[in-house]
């Protein structure tokens, strides 16, 4: 079982930043794909970034240039730093694992950008 918990959304102005951290339990974090999910409101789950167990990347198009994702596996955490944010941004972030073909889901983070 991998438990996930979010940290670090909150309110913040367009063009500033915030960083999302999600800390995962148990010992099989460095073997485990991870990712940051958004939802708007009134809109579907869509994928932001992904982090793989060896380290590659990929964004959604409206992350690149801004969001970067990036792994602890010696503290079992992954970051989220997003900047200059838009309003567009807001929404439920969440914190999501891939195991032997199962998802994780942390209890997600609010993330409101004010124009």
């Known amino acids: 079982q991998v438990h996930l918990v979010e940290s670090g959304g909150g309110l913040a102005q367009a063009g500033g930043s915030l960083r999302l951290s999600c800390a995962a339990s148990g010992s099989i974090f460095s073997f485990m794909h991870m990712g940051w999910f958004r939802q708007a409101p009134g809109k579907q789950r869509e994928l932001v970034a992904r982090?793989?167990?060896?380290?590659?990347?990929n964004y959604a198009d409206s992350a690149k240039g801004r969001f970067t994702i990036s792994r602890d596996n010696a503290k079992n955490t992954v970051d989220l730093q997003m900047n200059s944010l838009k309003s567009e941004d807001t929404g439920v972030y969440y914190c999501?694992?891939?195991?032997?073909?199962?998802?994780?889901w942390g209890q997600g983070t609010q993330v409101t950008v004010s124009s």
């Open positions: 982090i793989t167990s060896a380290g590659s990347t």
């Open positions: 999501n694992s891939v195991w032997l073909g199962q998802d994780y």
